[in-house]
C-alpha cells in the first residue's frame, strides 16, 4: 500500500517588536497577507511586510491507514 502524505506550507517569523518567533501557516501569513498579533508584547504586525519572515518549510506528514499523524518531516525550503 502506498504510503499516504498530507503537506503544509508554513513560514517562520520573528515579532519585530520583542523577538519572538512564530511559525504559521504560509497561506495565511504570506499569501493572505494577514497582520499577526504577538501573544507575548500584545502589538500588531505583518510577517509579509515588514521583511521579519525568516524561513519558510514544506512540512510532510505521514500518515497512517486513518490518516492520523504518524510522522512529521521537513520536505523542502520555499525561497
Ligand atoms: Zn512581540
Given at each position: 500500500m502506498k504510503q499516504k502524505k498530507a503537506y503544509l506550507d508554513i513560514t517562520v517569523s520573528i515579532c519585530?517588536?520583542?523577538?519572538t518567533p512564530y511559525a504559521d501557516a504560509s497561506w495565511y501569513a504570506i499569501e493572505l497577507g494577514s497582520d499577526v498579533e504577538c501573544g507575548v508584547c500584545g502589538r500588531t504586525w505583518n510577517p509579509k511586510e515588514s521583511k521579519v519572515k525568516v524561513d519558510r518549510f514544506l512540512l510532510e506528514f505521514l500518515l497512517d491507514e486513518n490518516a492520523k499523524v504518524m510522522k512529521v518531516k521537513k520536505k523542502k525550503r520555499i525561497e
Open positions: 519585530p517588536f520583542c523577538g
